[in-house]
C-alpha cells in the first residue's frame, strides 16, 4: 500500500501564502493526486486535483515534479477562514488512500 | 445541485447493539464509496460500489460490518453487533466514477458506542 506522508501541523497568519507538501513514494502510473479540506463535524471538501506539472483553480495550485513521488498544494493569501485540516489522497493501485492530514492554524 | 446525504447525523448505542447508516449520493454518480474516520485520522475507506456492484471491500470488517446498494442508488452500512472501536463518523462519498473523479462527501455520522 502506499503512504502517504504530511507535516502534522502548520501556523501561518492572514495574508500569507501556505505550502503544504505531500509525499507518496509508491505512486502507480495511472494515480492521481487530490487535496481535501475538511472543517470540524464536516465531511471533506474537494479542493485540486492533479496528475502531473501544475494545475490552478480558483482556490489553490497543485505542483507536482516530474517523479511525482511528492505534490504541493499551494494557497495564496490564506484567511482565518483556511483554518482546517488539509488530506492528501493518492490512489495506490485502485486503493484509495488518505494522508494522515495537515492541520492549518491560520491566526490573525 | 444537491449534495451527498447521511441520516442519523449522531448514533449512540450500547455495546453488542446494531446500527445502521443511510447515504443517497449525488444523482447520476455511479461510484459510492463508505469510510470511516477516527478522530484524530483521516478517513479509511472500507466499502467502494461502482452502480450496485463492490469494488474494493479489502478493509471492511465483514464479521460485524455489511453494506448493500439497492439499484445502484442509496446505500446502508449496518454494524452487527457494535465494539467500542467502532465508535467513529462514518463518511458516504460519491462520483461519477473513476480514480480521475474527485469524490463527494456527506457531513457523516457520528457514532457514539457506550
Known amino acids: 500500500l502506499a503512504k502517504t506522508t504530511q507535516p502534522i501541523s502548520m501556523d501561518s497568519y492572514e495574508g500569507q501564502e501556505v505550502n503544504i507538501t505531500c509525499s507518496h513514494n509508491?505512486?502507480?502510473?495511472?494515480?492521481?493526486i487530490t487535496w481535501y479540506q475538511q472543517f470540524p463535524s464536516q465531511g471533506p471538501r474537494f479542493i485540486i486535483q492533479?496528475?502531473?506539472t501544475k494545475v490552478t483553480n480558483e482556490v489553490a495550485s497543485l505542483f507536482i515534479p516530474a517523479d511525482r513521488k511528492s505534490s504541493t498544494l499551494s494557497l495564496p493569501r490564506v484567511s482565518l477562514s483556511d483554518t482546517a485540516v488539509y488530506y492528501c489522497?493518492?490512489?495506490?493501485?485502485?486503493?484509495?488512500?488518505f494522508g494522515q492530514g495537515t492541520e492549518l492554524s491560520v491566526k490573525p | 445541485e444537491a449534495g451527498v446525504a447521511q441520516s442519523p447525523r449522531y448514533k449512540i448505542i450500547e455495546k453488542r447493539q446494531s446500527v445502521a447508516f443511510w447515504c443517497n449520493p449525488i444523482?447520476?454518480?455511479?461510484?459510492l464509496y463508505w469510510y470511516q474516520q477516527i478522530l484524530g485520522q483521516g478517513p479509511k475507506l472500507l466499502i467502494q460500489?461502482?452502480?450496485?456492484?463492490?469494488?474494493?471491500d479489502s478493509q471492511l470488517p465483514k464479521d460485524r460490518f455489511s453494506a448493500e446498494r439497492l439499484k445502484g442508488v442509496d446505500s446502508t452500512l449496518k454494524i452487527q453487533p457494535a465494539k467500542l472501536e467502532d465508535s467513529a463518523v462514518y463518511l458516504c462519498?460519491?462520483?461519477?466514477?473513476?480514480?480521475?473523479?474527485?469524490?463527494?462527501f456527506g457531513d457523516g455520522t457520528r457514532l457514539s458506542i457506550l
Open positions: 462519498a460519491s462520483s461519477f466514477g473513476g480514480l480521475d473523479q474527485p469524490q463527494h
Open positions: 509508491n505512486i502507480a502510473t495511472n494515480d492521481y
Open positions: 492533479g496528475y502531473k
Open positions: 489522497l493518492v490512489g495506490d493501485r485502485g486503493k484509495l488512500i
Open positions: 444523482s447520476g454518480h455511479a461510484t
Open positions: 460500489f461502482q452502480n450496485n456492484g463492490v469494488v474494493d
